[in-house]
């Protein structure tokens, strides 16, 4: 038999002194009925069909998911757990995670596009190649300079990192292109057409750079950390600009002769 009562019981001795009508009149629950109390489980939640139980919480800066689910995961790995019990992060993690691997391959894919589009350009693969060496100085600021700042690698960051394969790829293109008509228009040797380049292309290079870093200087030292566009977006592409617009006008310039000699080698020594 079920009973059923019209109001909230609020502890357990206002339920033992519920009245309950019965043949010799209203006695009290208590009187009537053994009371105890019992631990249950309010619902039972089954994934592939396991028995799990979920605890959440909201972080009130996007930009410190990582960072809190990190101390999350410590404290958890410091637990004894009983055997048979494992411990899986989702949540705004997982999404964190899913986006990574998304933006990596979207960084792939831009990076193979580039690559097509230069080789068809300039009709062969040394120059493209030499000019997506490039690419590997953009880690060095961008991560060097969110270590600087104290932040971590988060979504903004990655997005920031997609922007400047376009970015930086083109300083390079805008150089090499020069070398590449002074050395085969002009019939400049390889070092004159290499000096002539960046002296000629030096200024609107470090002028696009620049002007580009400065206007994300506002976003930088906002402080804004919403979801897609934060200040570590802004802190990633002026980081990694910086270094890759120094380091391209110094070290792809010399990966560009080197390669050319070597090149002009193997076609003497074939002769």
Known sequence: ????????????????????????????????????????????????????????GTVKKSDEVSAVTKKIE??????????GVEV???GGQQMIAEGF????????VAIG?????MSMTFGGLLTPLIILSSLL??????LGALFVTG???????????L?????????????????????KSAGMPITEAIVEASKTRLRPILMTAFATMLALVPLALSGSSTSLISGGLAITVIGGLFTSTLLTLIVVPVVYELAWRKRKTKEAETF
């Open 1 to 56: 038999m079920t009973l059923s009562y019209d109001r909230q019981i609020t502890s357990r001795e206002e339920l033992e002194n519920v009245q309950v009508p019965t043949v010799g009149g209203l006695k009290k629950l208590k009187d009537v009925a053994d009371i105890t109390q019992q631990n249950a489980w309010i619902q039972v939640n089954h994934d592939d069909g396991k028995m799990y139980a979920q605890i959440s």
């Open 113 to 117: 596009l580039v690559f097509l589009v």
């Open 163 to 183: 922007m400047l394969i376009g970015i930086v790829v083109t300083n390079a293109v805008v150089l090499l292109d020069r070398v590449e008509k002074n050395r």
């Open 137 to 142: 100085f953009i880690p060095v600021g961008a």
């Open 88 to 90: 899986t992060i989702g």
């Open 101 to 108: 691997v998304n933006l990596g391959i979207a960084m792939v």
């Open 74 to 83: 410590d404290n958890i790995n410091s637990l004894s757990l009983p055997s």
């Open 151 to 161: 932040q971590s690698l988060s979504m903004s960051g990655m997005i920031g990192m």
